[in-house]
């Protein structure tokens, strides 16, 4: 899907990235996923294609027409924002002191994990799509795919809401239109607050899918939670909400 995308808006040319190069490092990242209920390659193609269908509305299509940078970091953050998911949360690798929870010291610890991982993988010869990029143009879109990873950790939903009502008071108070600055660094900081929501509504977005669709992916999360319900009684740990597959309500 990442490679059809990239092929329909020109993103191979326009940005300087090996089609051959991406396509092995998209393989591996699909091949990356494990076989779990819900957070594996199904979902990440999920993901993917929503976030392509916010790219299209009017409010990203002329800002990623004039930086192709953008669309293309959407799409690598979108198909590598749940990289080698374990099938257990944030919090179960807190409680339980995994290796992932001590080596990002509890913070966004799997979101942290997903976009690391994804990075190192391009750090290999045969997959680093962003060789032949400037060095300017290699850290903008690490700082953006990390940025928009992150922007999914849940623990952070808040604080996300909390920076779009800001920017919109701002807006509203100085009658700023989102992304028509002259100066170019406002325009990507709206750029780049925008997309970490149409991510993160990507990647919770199952529920507005057709009914049969929200019930597959309902019935799947619940797998995933009752699992995790389960490592959680072996390992005396606090059982979380909705993981004990005892007590469930869902029909």
């Known amino acids: 899907l990442v490679l059809k995308l990239c092929e329909k808006e020109d993103l191979f040319a326009r940005c300087h990235v090996n089609k051959w190069t991406m396509g092995r490092f998209i393989t591996k990242i699909e091949d990356g996923y494990h076989d779990i209920p819900y957070h594996n390659k199904i979902h990440a193609a999920d993901v993917v294609q929503s976030v392509h269908f916010f790219l299209q509305s009017s409010t990203f299509r002329d800002i990623c027409q004039k930086f192709p940078l953008l669309r293309l970091s959407a799409y690598i953050a979108a198909a590598v924002h749940d990289f080698r998911h374990p099938g257990t949360n944030n919090e179960f690798q807190k409680n339980l002191a ?52 992150l922007a999914t950790d849940m623990s952070k939903h808040s604080d996300s809401l909390r920076e779009l009502n800001r920017k919109l008071q701002y807006k509203t108070s100085t009658k700023k239109k989102w992304m028509k600055s002259e100066d170019p660094k406002d325009v990507l900081s709206d750029a780049e607050l925008l997309l970490s929501m149409a991510i993160k509504c990507s990647d919770l977005s199952n529920p507005c899918r057709p009914k049969k669709m929200m019930l597959e992916w309902s019935g799947r999360i619940n797998q995933e939670f009752w699992k995790q319900g ?15 597959r005892t007590n469930s309500n869902v029909p």
């Open 98 to 149: 995994s290796e992932d929870a001590l080596t990002y010291n509890d913070i966004s610890v799997l979101e942290n994990m997903h976009v690391s991982q994804a990075f190192k993988l391009m750090r290999t010869s045969d997959c680093n799509i962003f060789e032949s990029f400037t060095r300017e143009d290699r850290s903008f879109v690490r700082k953006l795919i990390i940025k928009l990873v």
């Open 230 to 244: 389960d490592l959680e009684k072996i390992h005396s740990l606090p059982v979380g909400p909705g993981h004990d």
